[in-house]
């Protein structure tokens, strides 16, 4: 993801409040799909442990962001919409992906302008993981 150069910092990364904020994000976003009604359909998809990809997001928003690359570095290349093959992912899951983020994105207090920017990014790669057409 980039940035333009009017913003007051040098990565997304940075921006969002280094390791310790992407980390609460990612545990906020796992608490949520865990808890709430609203993301039941979305946690139905995920195993009965979450621990794996808790790491897993935290490691690969890390290096997204313009910060440490430790996801590829572990993996290589993320190949995100083939990881994502052997789940069903149609608009209701994509949709819930996204608010169950946008939520944990505000309870967290990122900053509302890259709130707005993370969201259309997350968007087009949650729609580019979709692999159902309902
Ligand atoms: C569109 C709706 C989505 C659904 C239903 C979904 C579901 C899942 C599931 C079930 C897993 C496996 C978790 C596990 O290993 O226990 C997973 C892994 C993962 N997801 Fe998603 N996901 C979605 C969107 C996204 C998006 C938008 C991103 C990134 C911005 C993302 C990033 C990841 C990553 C990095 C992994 C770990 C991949 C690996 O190394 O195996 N996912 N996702």
Redesign the pocket.
Request: aromatic fraction near 24%.
């Given at each position: 993801m980039q940035i333009e150069e009017s913003q007051p910092f040098d990565t997304p990364y940075a921006w969002a409040g280094g390791e310790a904020s992407v980390r609460a994000l990612v545990d906020r976003f796992y608490d949520l799909m865990d808890l709430e009604p609203a993301y039941k359909e979305?946690r139905a998809?995920?195993?009965p442990?979450?621990t794996?990809?808790r790491d897993?997001?935290f490691w690969?928003?890390s290096g997204?962001l313009g910060g440490p690359q430790e996801?590829t570095e572990r993996?290589g290349h993320?190949r995100?919409r083939m990881?994502?093959m052997p789940?069903a992912?149609g608009i209701l899951?994509?949709d819930q992906?996204l608010a169950c983020m946008a939520q944990a994105m505000q309870e967290t207090g990122l900053d509302p302008a890259l709130h707005a920017r993370l969201e259309k990014s997350?968007f087009q790669?949650?729609d580019w993981?979709?692999n159902q057409n309902v």
């Open positions: 979305l998809v995920h195993g442990d979450l794996s990809a897993k997001l690969f928003l997204w996801y993996f993320p995100l990881r994502h789940f992912i899951e994509r992906w997350f790669t949650a993981m979709r």
